[in-house]
């Protein structure tokens, strides 16, 4: 079945350690997206893709790195710069074609910091 | 650059009856989609419904149906004979085929009462 797929679904980080989230999509989309989740605020756009080795910030990449290597996949990095991680963490990757685009999301990471 | 707001954080409604979620966005293009996404507790976001901004046509789905006004930029959801699975959190979005960003409203709580 075509869908994204995001691991591990619970992590924990001890404080000053880096943490990989990682993201795999098999639906061919070429953008591809993370998003952070607190309680009030919505989705803010941390990074997100067009393509294969291109990546842009969003609104709050400050702590947060990504690569874009392979189309399929687009993992995140939590750095130890991000001063306050614990949060939930989507994934989604779209395609768009005039006439028609859709939108897709991974089943998300809960990040604590212990 | 683009926005998109949901001026209410919390809707209720009984069930059987209708209820309208709004939201406007702000862009200067004219080639774009628009998005409800409904998260329930699990937090695995669902596609509700999409509307391209090129048809004049309000999407539809069962139930769901929007009222898209492109020359105000706004794009409510309405929900008939609503259900007790129709509770949770609601998010508008908005997506331009330039940038392939997409951008999220901060969303809006529906509470189902039996």
């Known amino acids: 079945d075509g869908g994204i797929t995001q691991s591990p679904k619970y992590l924990f980080r001890k404080e000053g350690q880096n943490v990989t989230l990682s993201c795999e999509q098999n639906l061919n989309h070429d953008a591809m997206y993370w998003y952070r989740q607190d309680p009030g605020q919505g989705l803010r756009l941390i990074y997100y893709s067009q393509i294969v080795n291109d990546f842009q910030k969003g609104d709050i990449a400050e702590g947060y790195s990504v690569s874009r290597e392979k189309k399929e996949s687009f993992p995140l990095t939590v750095t130890s710069a991000q001063k306050n991680p614990t949060a939930f963490y989507l994934c989604a990757s779209s395609m768009w074609d005039r006439g028609y685009t859709e939108a897709f999301f991974g089943q998300g990471t809960r990040l604590t910091v212990v | ?114």
């Open chain 2, 1 to 114: 650059a683009q926005t998109v707001t949901q001026s209410q954080p919390e809707m209720s409604v009984q069930e059987a009856e209708t209820v309208t979620l709004s939201c406007t966005y702000d862009t200067s293009e004219s080639d774009y989609y628009l998005f409800w996404y409904k998260q329930p507790p699990s937090r695995q976001m669902i596609l509700v419904i999409r509307q391209e901004a090129y048809k004049q046509q309000n999407a539809t789905e069962n139930r769901f149906s929007v009222n898209f006004q492109k020359a105000a930029k706004s794009f409510s959801l309405k929900i008939s004979d609503s259900q007790l699975g129709d509770a949770a959190m609601y998010f508008c979005a908005y997506l331009w085929g330039g940038s392939e960003k997409l951008v999220f409203g901060k969303g809006t709580k529906l509470t189902v009462n039996p």
